[in-house]
């Protein structure tokens, strides 16, 4: 069946993925902004946390694929190219849920540091947490080179199967569909 399948290329992965920012993305970061310049909750801050963080491991598990995977007829696969479980799913997103599993205690310290609330900009904000709290920028920077090296295992399988870090640690395929 292999012979038959044709793989996600680099290209219609890395277009789903940055269509998929934009869909949780963008109003994630909006409503997180809207958080902090209003009730500076890390209660509101942690539904859209969780939210954001279940989007792909349920669309994958649910549907083979996330908006932005459909929008570029892809879908996930195990090896076998059959539908994956939610748990493969959720392999297959750790390098996106750790780092914000992670950064939670340090929002949650922040948003309860009245020298952090007390700041009027969002930027101002960030800029302070990530010095007041320095471990999660390490944690932030390690999980960058690891997402990183997941590009990169994608870029340079010479087996055209572009299978990803992800896709290796959860023995999944991207596959185009017909």
Request: include cysteine; hydrophobic fraction near 50%.
């Amino acid at each position: 069946m292999s012979e038959e399948v044709q793989y996600g290329k680099f290209w219609d992965r890395f277009g789903a993925y940055i269509l998929d920012m934009i869909i949780i993305g963008i109003p994630s970061f909006g409503l997180n902004y809207l958080n902090f310049i209003t009730a500076k909750s890390f209660y509101l801050y942690l539904p859209i946390a969780l939210i954001g963080l279940s989007y792909k491991p349920i669309m994958e598990s649910k549907y083979q694929a996330t908006l932005g995977k459909m929008a570029f007829n892809l879908k996930v696969t195990d090896l076998a190219f059959k539908k994956i479980g939610f748990q493969r799913s959720l392999v297959r997103s750790l390098i996106f849920i750790l780092p914000a599993l992670i950064y939670l205690p340090a929002q949650f310290l922040a948003y309860n540091n009245p020298n952090l609330t007390e700041l009027d900009g969002f930027w101002e904000f960030s800029q302070a947490l990530q010095s007041t709290y320095p471990l999660a920028e390490i944690f932030n920077c390690f999980f960058s080179i690891i997402f990183l090296a997941d590009v990169i295992m994608l870029l340079s399988d010479n087996s055209q199967k572009q299978r990803s870090l992800k896709d290796r640690l959860a023995k999944t395929f991207v596959i185009k569909e017909k």
